[in-house]
């Protein structure tokens, strides 16, 4: 894009914060930012000035974006301007489907991401851009055109005046000045060529004497779909008729290049007859730019109807993936498949979409031979490793992949990822047995892959959001029917004593009776306080506001302790505990987190237990300590290992067991808050053992607010 040249964008809307941020994302130096506050302005600027690309806003006062977009379109300097909507409501498909019957090649909805509509506007303004190229280029060759023809006509006089020049050198001095268009003549009657001027053995290849020795090499040589119009002009010219038509042909090469041909019946010089003479003007690179431009118009159309399909499929997770292969069939080629990386990094396919020609058995191989190929340069898992594009052609390396290629009929095939926020979803295969792939096949490939990925991550954050809303849920009717339990004998025990009070009944209030009561009181709000304490752990890891205060202490003289606390709840639930302690372990720790996590882990173990043992080891390692708590319990199933660190989750059921599913949660982050780790090695019905590595020197560590997965040990 040339330094100086200004690119005309205009920008509709009647709000001026909005104006205020379209410029903001638009503040390019080549770009003119023109405002329109209302429908009837813009209507009026667009008929009078050609813009790039116009931002329209769907709901304004007066005249709306709907009316605003068919009222351009329908005459005036930008009637054939991309529109692009921008709307923070009309999301509906109705009204997606009424945008685009008005005029608009795509939707963006408020608030957009910054780099895409900069990304939209950039490729509409490069297209501008080129275009107005491409029509300056078309009228200098037209002019070009017309000062050879009327040379050609000057030249022709002057050598019938001027006998002693010869006929050769009459076209010579025209063509030297001429690279890109061949002067011929032939004869009226058989069309046999009789002059052809240098340049034709460049551009199609043939040498001189062939256009010369062959009859009618012009008509042998056209393209097959050609054929019927260029005879149809020859027979016109041959008439009389001066005729000028479009038509290509074939080189020496087999390449197609494109001819703008003009022919007309001339005298010979003395009397030998008529001639038919023409000048066949090299038009290829203008035709190459046209298709450049239909292909790319055709490609905004698909696009944004894909992008529409998507949007219509909402937030249905399994039905974007099929719609994702629905839309490319046959538009983008012959099959489609997708595929997905699942939780556990593997490739998996998702949906196909294929015409009726092709045998679904077939592409089946076909997609497990892709995936299986490992190659560090191509396949499946290199496009997924590297998040780059691959095209995969006859002659890959791979001779299993080859064999399938070549059973489909396959003539191009690509495999683009789909990519967001650089990390790689799936991929998107696609594959042709009609034509050869070009570059800007693959950039709407690219383009879809983009869009989908967009789709799929919309769809996986509201299925997380909405498992994320039931888990809060669930929790808080567990957590409310926990806090409830020690409340409840709290009221009855005050309700108890406000009766006696209220009757005067004191005599019945032995001091036995009394204590019995204020224990009992007294073990319900340590166990509120508990469960409350548990509450504000999970918001200060979540806040990132647990902090430590680090001490000397001792380890084993800790667990002891904690022992002799516990020792009633182990009575009472038929539990021996079993400690196997070094005399004593000495470090760096906080005493008090150190004894909420083994607190957790030892009521973990009575209330699981089964009135089994229980067993405590604490052992120095190296530069650190192990400690190990096991019981012979009920156990944990393999999948519950995975997430019983997670915040909220339970192994065994709620209503059964009671509990909140936070104290493993909270273990597991004063742990790695410590520097340390902790895994859990269980086996259903035959008990369960955490064990913890801490470091003995302080070793301060710094918890996200969400724990990452820890690592868990299948029990053989």
């Known amino acids: 894009m040339e330094a100086l040249e200004k690119i005309d964008i205009l920008l509709v809307d009647d709000r001026p914060d909005n104006f205020t941020v379209l410029e903001a994302v638009l503040n390019l130096p080549h770009y003119n930012l023109v405002r329109a506050t209302s429908g009837f302005e813009a209507a009026n600027i667009a008929a009078q000035t050609q813009f790039a690309v116009i931002l329209l806003d769907v709901q304004m006062p007066g005249k709306d974006g709907f009316q605003t977009a068919r009222e351009i379109r329908q005459q005036g300097a930008s009637k054939n301007t991309p529109i692009i909507f921008v709307t923070a409501i009309y999301g509906d498909e109705v009204y997606v489907n009424s945008g685009y019957d008005a005029g608009a090649i795509d939707y963006i909805f408020k608030p957009f991401n910054p780099h895409i509509l900069q990304s939209k506007v950039a490729v509409l303004a490069d297209l501008f851009v080129k275009t107005r190229k491409l029509v300056h280029q078309s009228e200098r060759l037209r002019d070009i055109e017309k000062r050879e023809h009327a040379n050609k006509l000057l030249e022709v006089r002057i050598k019938s005046i001027q006998r002693e020049h010869t006929l050769q050198q009459k076209y010579k001095d025209l063509v030297d000045s001429i690279d890109h268009c061949i002067i011929w003549s032939s004869s009226q009657e058989d069309l046999k060529l009789t002059f052809v001027s240098p340049q034709a053995e460049k551009l199609v290849g043939y040498k001189i004497a062939d256009w010369t020795n062959e009859n009618d090499l012009w008509t042998k040589h056209t393209h097959p779909e050609d054929l019927e119009l260029v005879s149809t002009f020859l027979r016109r010219a041959q008439k009389g008729e001066d005729v000028k038509f479009e038509h290509r042909f074939i080189t020496k090469s087999g390449k197609a290049v494109w001819f703008h041909t003009s022919i007309h019946l001339a005298d010979q ?164 047995t009609e034509k050869e792939y070009q570059k800007h096949d693959l950039e709407i490939m690219e383009e879809l892959a983009r869009r989908a990925a967009l789709a799929i ?38 309700q108890t004593t406000a009766k006696i009070i209220n009757e005067g009944k004191f005599e019945t209030l032995t001091p ?112 650190g300590v192990r400690i190990c708590i096991q019981d012979y319990g009920i156990g944990i199933d393999f999948e519950a290992q995975k997430k019983i660190f997670d915040l909220f989750e339970r192994a065994p059921s709620a209503k059964k067991y009671g509990g909140m599913g936070l104290g493993l949660y909270v273990v597991s982050n004063i742990v790695r808050k410590h520097g340390g780790t902790i895994q859990v090695e269980s086996k259903l019905g035959q008990g369960t053992t955490f064990t913890l590595d801490l470091p003995k020197k302080e070793k301060r560590i710094f918890l996200p607010k969400e724990s990452s997965r820890h690592q868990f040990v299948q029990k053989h």
């Open 269 to 432: 010089e003395e009397g030998y007859g008529q001639e038919l003479r023409g000048l066949s003007v090299d038009i290829t690179s203008i035709k190459e730019a046209e298709l450049i431009l239909q292909e790319s118009e055709s490609a905004q159309r698909f696009l944004a109807e894909a992008g529409a399909q998507l949007a219509a499929s909402a937030l249905d997770y399994n039905k974007i993936l099929k719609k994702i292969a629905d839309v490319a069939v046959p538009r983008l080629g012959t099959w489609c498949g997708v595929h997905i990386i699942d939780d556990n990094g593997k490739i998996k396919t998702a949906a196909h979409a294929y015409e009726k020609q092709v045998r679904a058995d077939l592409i089946s191989e076909f997609d497990k031979n892709y995936q299986m190929t490992f190659g560090k340069t191509y396949g499946m898992s290199a496009v997924v490793r590297s998040g780059k594009s691959e095209v995969i052609s006859n002659d890959c390396g791979d001779p299993t992949l080859r064999r399938s290629i070549s059973d489909l009929g396959v003539k191009s095939y690509f495999c683009v990822p789909m990519v967001v926020r650089d990390r790689v979803l799936g991929t998107i295969t696609i594959a042709t």
């Open 457 to 494: 991550e919309n769809s996986l954050l509201y299925n997380k959001a909405e498992a994320a809303i039931q888990t809060r849920d669930e929790f808080l009717s567990i957590a409310s029917h926990e806090l409830r339990t020690p409340l409840t004998p709290l009221k009855l025990q005050f």
């Open 512 to 623: 036995e009776k009394l204590k019995k009561m204020m224990n009992a009181s007294d073990r319900q709000l340590d166990r509120l306080n508990d469960l409350i304490e548990e509450l504000l752990n999970v918001s200060r890891i979540n806040l990132g506001r647990m902090d430590l205060v680090y001490g000397p202490m001792d380890l084993s003289q800790l667990i002891r302790n904690v022992a002799e606390q516990y020792k009633e709840q182990l009575a009472a639930s038929s539990c021996e505990l079993l400690l196997d302690l070094e005399p004593s372990i000495r470090g760096e720790w906080d005493s008090s987190k150190l004894e909420q996590v083994i607190v957790n882990l030892l009521t973990n173990s009575i209330k699981y237990g089964q009135s089994k043992p229980i067993k405590i080891q604490a052992m120095s390692r190296d530069d």
